[in-house]
């Protein structure tokens, strides 16, 4: 069992930054891979960025150049830098696990509002 508990979220102005953090416990050497996903209203649950415990990183490509996805040693974190935010970035974002189980785990969602 993994838990994952997203902070970060916030209203920030077009252009602006955010980090996005997830913190997660339970069995968290079971985890092959972090990331996360966002929804808009109205939306699918979309990918915006993946890492695996080898440290390979894959975007959404209306992230690529904006976003980074990083993740501690330990691998208890997994932080998104969002650079350049744009109001198409506006959704709820979620934290994502993926285990040796092939089980797939959900933060609570964290809301991201980027005015224009």
């Known amino acids: 069992q993994v838990q994952l508990v997203e902070s970060g979220g916030g209203l920030v102005q077009a252009g602006g930054s955010l980090r996005l953090s997830c913190a997660a416990s339970g069995s968290v050497a079971s985890i092959i891979s972090l990331g996360w996903y966002r929804q808009a209203p109205g939306k699918q649950r979309e990918l915006v960025a993946t890492i695996t415990s080898a440290g390979n990183t894959n975007y959404a490509d209306s992230v690529k150049g904006r976003f980074t996805i990083s993740r501690d040693n330990a691998k208890k974190t997994v932080d998104l830098q969002m650079n350049s935010l744009k109001p198409e970035d506006t959704a709820v974002y979620y934290c994502?696990?993926?285990?040796?189980?092939?089980?797939?785990?959900w933060g609570q969602g964290t809301q991201v509002t980027v005015s224009s």
């Open positions: 994502w696990s993926f285990s040796i189980h092939y089980t797939n785990y």
